[in-house]
């Protein structure tokens, strides 16, 4: 009995400790970081977000990665995850959405609109277009397919500088590293060292969503709460916060 006990006193505490881990599209990180630290404040479940870009995160839970929950920056990675039998049937939901900007370095005075003819090439100069990979990355297909809509994309394409996720076109900006990249507009404000130069027009692109969806293969005893929390006021109020839409 008194061993017994014992096991069952080792088993408890670790069920408790078992965090919800989260795979999340890089371009959440500010906001849903505040979401899950809300969250968990004041219960026993604690949430761990792990960020990279939408396509590498899919294809982590593919070869079979922990994650409990999957939030990604478009839905064709959803998609794939479906189309594998990964998520639990009846937990998708379209969490958020968002806009595409082409911005600067902060101390840039360049000024372009987004229209078609634009000519990105000579905004440009002699430098690069920071861009995520525009063959899988959700954000540089967005941003592939709203250059090609208005007329500017064969005369870039050669002058890309393809990144692993948004955050480092991001960052790639800031440093002043490249004059001009594309991201979405809450990573632009996430950043001081960045401006917006202009906004896309929504025509250009498909919309930008973000769905959520729980894995099957989850474990974790909070993941369908979490789940439940992303869409409540709370939660609403915080994405908002950091420029999200709710769709």
């Known amino acids: 009995m008194r061993l017994a006990a014992l096991v069952f006193a080792l088993i408890v505490p670790a069920a408790h400790a078992q965090a919800t881990l989260v795979f999340a599209a890089a371009s959440l990180?500010?906001?849903?970081?505040?979401?899950?630290?809300?969250?968990?404040?004041?219960?026993?479940?604690?949430?761990?977000?792990?960020?990279?870009?939408?396509?590498?995160l899919a294809r982590q839970i593919d070869r079979g990665a922990p994650a409990d929950l999957f939030i990604s920056a478009d839905t064709d990675w959803i998609d794939y995850v479906e189309q594998r039998g990964l998520a639990a049937p009846g937990t998708r939901r379209n969490l958020l959405a968002n806009d595409l900007v082409l911005i600067a370095p902060a101390g840039s005075?360049?000024?372009?609109?987004?229209?078609?003819?634009?000519?990105?090439?000579?905004?440009?100069?002699?430098?690069?277009?920071?861009?995520?990979?525009?063959?899988?990355?959700?954000?540089?297909?967005?941003?592939?397919?709203?250059?090609?809509?208005?007329?500017?994309?064969?005369?870039?394409?050669?002058?890309?500088?393809?990144?692993?996720?948004?955050?480092?076109?991001?960052?790639?900006?800031?440093?002043?590293?490249?004059p001009l990249g594309i991201v979405y507009r809450t990573d632009a404000l996430a950043e001081k060292g960045v401006?917006?130069?202009?906004?896309?027009?929504?025509?250009?692109?498909?919309?930008?969503?973000?769905?959520?969806?729980?894995?099957?293969?989850?474990?974790?005893?909070t993941a369908r709460a979490f789940a439940g929390y992303l869409a409540s006021a709370d939660a609403r109020a915080i994405f908002e916060r950091h420029g999200f839409r709710v769709p």
């Open 109 to 178: 005075a360049v000024k372009l609109t987004l229209a078609p003819g634009v000519d990105l090439a000579a905004a440009l100069g002699k430098g690069r277009l920071a861009i995520a990979d525009p063959a899988s990355v959700p954000a540089g297909k967005y941003g592939k397919a709203a250059l090609a809509r208005l007329g500017a994309w064969q005369a870039i394409e050669d002058r890309v500088a393809a990144t692993e996720n948004v955050r480092v076109a991001l960052a790639l900006v800031a440093r002043g590293e490249a």
């Open 195 to 221: 401006r917006i130069v202009d906004t896309f027009p929504d025509a250009s692109h498909a919309p930008i969503v973000y769905p959520v969806v729980v894995l099957k293969r989850s474990s974790s005893p």
């Open 29 to 56: 990180k500010e906001a849903l970081d505040d979401v899950a630290h809300s969250f968990a404040a004041g219960r026993a479940g604690r949430v761990d977000v792990s960020y990279a870009a939408s396509s590498a």
